[in-house]
């Protein structure tokens, strides 16, 4: 494949070096028989669906803090245009996160082998001579760099995140959200150059097999080992190894989104066994101990509950609140990390309810969440006014028929349906309708 | 040689797309590099070094040593049943690793509740189930190779 005459600059070079086969810049020195058009396009496309969906999930992962609504729940405050496309986050489906965030991190960890061929199919250009045929080609050289360091640094940002290693240079948030722009400008320009011949190639590939010879572009036969070695495996069998790499993947860490399945996701931080046993024994994103939450502070005696509002200040102790009218709702704890729960059945008191206590009787307003942890990124939150007004929005003193666990948020904790985790304030201590910060 | 024939500016919309793409990848980039400017960049071209320059031609050289060491042994052909194991073994570790290596331990036990320990079995354990497989159909191609040859003429 891809030996026939060669034309144009590049071939100039190819004929001076190519006996020189120690340096990776003579096209000799590639010596495998996969790396080819066909290869490379098919890997090029499954990342281009596959990065999209990365991109827009991840964007309305974003949406679901509802950064706008209120300083505490933005960690990127000069992100001007970027966030253009902002919305207020419903409540229904009460799944929506979940998915979103679900597919989000399930998909980036099964894209992982995808990327890892992809890059391995191109590293010859890497060091193709001369270094630049053009200006645009040098441009498009330049913009290789955001283009790959960028994939690297969203993907290892992301695992590295969800498994707790906070090595990376600052807080993930703006790390992994604007990182995620400048990628994907180099993204959708990539995309749009090499689309075309992507496509070309696998047509040609359908309508003529893979394996025969065919005319090729010179930008298409680079890629192609001038002297292969003997195959040890075809290029369709190289696409099912890369692809069973991500199935492997996938399949050890999907169950992390399901409590029936969790015990299958054998390598997630979230997979495995549930931390404990019971009405209470399910995932955990911070406990009571790392959140620095004292018993002293959250005993009967010393804990009361304060609403604020146009109205007045209430303070509420534990059993005062267990006495106002308590409703119940079936919804998941679902982490930006990427797991989640399967609906727990939640009992409270309703947000609207606590509104109404302190002066909005009829429409609910936006509140501040405060909670008893000092420190933390989201120990404050704001809720928008349609997530107190749904009905299924609780401050939860019980889960699945027992009172709360400490590590689940003891003495009470929010719950709205379609937010995210951190969100779901734990340890709530105070609670301001009408203001958000 | 061949003299330089191709217009040394090349194609004005490549250009064009590629400046507007600069622009956005700019004005998302400062606000990237904001808090700490030689960190941000350190990861971000370091990873593409890394991975171009090291973790790239480590593998590959690793790969190459397989194929030649069955290649001298005359067992070429299969490679696979050594790569196929080997490559997602080391894969799982690469995604993995810090839960694997324990160097998150304390503070995933701390913040999830859970013990960490699980993470290495369970690694070993598939590295052992992937190695295993590949042992498995490995003998029982070679067992129905044997049947089908046909007998030595003598």
């Known amino acids: 494949m891809g030996r026939g005459p060669v034309s144009g600059c590049a071939a100039a070079y190819g004929r001076i070096m190519r006996d020189d086969s120690r340096l990776p810049t003579s096209p000799g020195f590639w010596r495998s028989p996969l790396r080819g058009p066909w290869f490379t396009s098919v890997l090029g496309?499954?990342?281009?669906?596959?990065?999209?969906?990365?991109?827009?999930?991840?964007?309305?992962?974003?949406?679901?803090?509802?950064?706008?609504?209120?300083?505490?729940?933005?960690?990127?405050?000069?992100?001007?245009?970027?966030?253009?496309?902002?919305?207020?986050?419903?409540?229904?489906?009460?799944?929506?996160?979940?998915?979103?965030q679900g597919v989000h991190v399930t998909l980036g960890v099964t894209l992982i082998p995808v990327l890892l061929a992809k890059l391995w199919s191109v590293v010859p250009r890497l060091f193709t001579l001369p270094p630049a045929r053009s200006v645009a080609h040098a441009l498009e050289r330049?913009?290789?760099?955001?283009?790959?360091?960028?994939?690297?640094?969203?993907?290892?940002?992301?695992?590295?995140?969800?498994?707790?290693?906070?090595?990376?240079?600052?807080?993930?948030?703006?790390?992994?959200?604007?990182?995620?722009?400048?990628?994907?400008?180099?993204?959708?320009?990539?995309?749009?150059?090499?689309?075309?011949?992507?496509?070309?190639?696998?047509?040609?590939?359908?309508?003529?097999?893979?394996?025969?010879?065919?005319?090729?572009?010179?930008?298409?036969?680079?890629?192609?080992?001038?002297?292969?070695?003997?195959?040890?495996?075809?290029?369709?069998?190289?696409?099912?190894?890369?692809?069973?790499?991500?199935?492997?993947?996938?399949?050890?860490?999907?169950?992390?989104?399901?409590?029936?399945?969790?015990?299958?996701?054998?390598?997630?931080?979230?997979?495995?066994?549930?931390?404990?046993?019971?009405?209470?024994?399910?995932?955990?994103?911070?406990?009571?101990?790392?959140?620095?939450?004292?018993?002293?502070?959250?005993?009967?005696?010393?804990?009361?509950?304060?609403?604020?509002?146009?109205?007045g200040t209430?303070?509420?102790?534990?059993?005062?609140?267990?006495?106002?009218?308590?409703?119940?709702?079936?919804?998941?704890?679902?982490?930006?990390?990427?797991?989640?729960?399967?609906?727990?059945?939640?009992?409270?008191?309703?947000?609207?309810?606590?509104?109404?206590?302190?002066?909005?009787?009829?429409?609910?307003?936006?509140?501040?969440?405060?909670?008893?942890?000092?420190?933390?990124?989201?120990?404050?939150?704001?809720?928008?006014?349609?997530?107190?007004?749904?009905?299924?929005?609780?401050?939860?003193?019980?889960?699945?028929?027992?009172?709360?666990?400490?590590?689940?948020?003891?003495?009470?904790?929010?719950?709205?349906?379609?937010?995210?985790?951190?969100?779901n304030t734990k340890w709530v201590a105070r609670m301001t309708f009408g203001e958000t910060r | 040689m061949t003299p330089l024939r191709r217009p040394v500016i090349g194609s004005p919309f490549q250009i064009l797309l590629l400046a507007c793409s600069f622009a956005l990848a700019a004005y998302a980039g400062v606000r990237l590099l904001a808090d700490d400017r030689p960190g941000v960049a350190l990861w971000w071209v370091g990873a593409a070094l890394l991975h171009d320059l090291v973790l790239l031609p480590l593998y590959a050289v690793a790969d190459r040593a397989v194929v030649q060491g069955l290649d001298a042994g005359g067992h070429r052909r299969w490679t696979m049943y050594v790569r196929v194991p080997a490559a997602l073994s080391a894969l799982l570790l690469l995604v993995w690793f810090p839960l694997i290596s324990g160097r998150v331990e304390l503070r995933y036990r701390s913040a999830t509740g859970r013990s960490a320990d699980g993470f290495l079995a369970h690694w070993l354990l598939i590295t052992a189930v992937l190695f295993g497989g590949s042992a498995l159909l490995l003998a029982l191609r070679l067992r129905r190779a044997t049947k089908h040859r046909p007998p030595a003429v003598h």
């Open chain 1, 45 to 100: 496309l499954v990342l281009l669906l596959g990065i999209t969906v990365l991109f827009v999930t991840g964007l309305v992962s974003y949406a679901a803090y509802n950064p706008d609504l209120s300083p505490v729940n933005d960690k990127t405050p000069d992100k001007g245009i970027l966030g253009f496309y902002l919305f207020s986050w419903p409540t229904h489906p009460h799944w929506l996160y979940r998915l979103d």
């Open chain 1, 142 to 311: 330049i913009s290789l760099l955001l283009l790959v360091g960028g994939a690297l640094f969203e993907f290892t940002t992301g695992v590295l995140n969800v498994q707790l290693d906070y090595v990376f240079p600052g807080s993930f948030y703006p790390l992994h959200f604007y990182g995620a722009w400048v990628f994907f400008a180099a993204f959708v320009a990539h995309a749009v150059l090499k689309v075309p011949a992507a496509v070309r190639n696998l047509r040609r590939a359908r309508e003529e097999g893979e394996l025969r010879p065919a005319p090729e572009p010179a930008s298409a036969r680079e890629l192609v080992a001038p002297h292969p070695d003997p195959p040890t495996v075809s290029r369709r069998g190289a696409l099912w190894f890369v692809g069973g790499g991500s199935l492997l993947l996938f399949a050890t860490t999907v169950g992390q989104s399901f409590d029936g399945l969790r015990r299958t996701a054998l390598l997630a931080p979230h997979g495995g066994a549930d931390p404990g046993s019971g009405p209470n024994g399910f995932q955990i994103n911070k406990t009571a101990a790392y959140a620095g939450i004292t018993a002293a502070e959250t005993d009967e005696g010393a804990w009361r509950l304060v609403v604020a509002g146009p109205s």
């Open chain 1, 314 to 423: 209430v303070r509420l102790s534990r059993a005062e609140l267990s006495e106002l009218p308590l409703h119940s709702s079936a919804l998941p704890i679902a982490c930006v990390e990427g797991w989640s729960t399967s609906d727990q059945w939640w009992r409270g008191v309703r947000l609207r309810d606590l509104a109404a206590l302190v002066g909005y009787e009829d429409d609910p307003p936006d509140v501040l969440v405060e909670s008893l942890q000092r420190r933390g990124a989201f120990r404050h939150a704001a809720l928008r006014a349609n997530q107190v007004a749904d009905p299924r929005s609780l401050l939860a003193l019980f889960v699945n028929g027992e009172p709360l666990t400490p590590d689940h948020g003891y003495p009470a904790r929010v719950i709205v349906p379609a937010a995210p985790g951190v969100l």
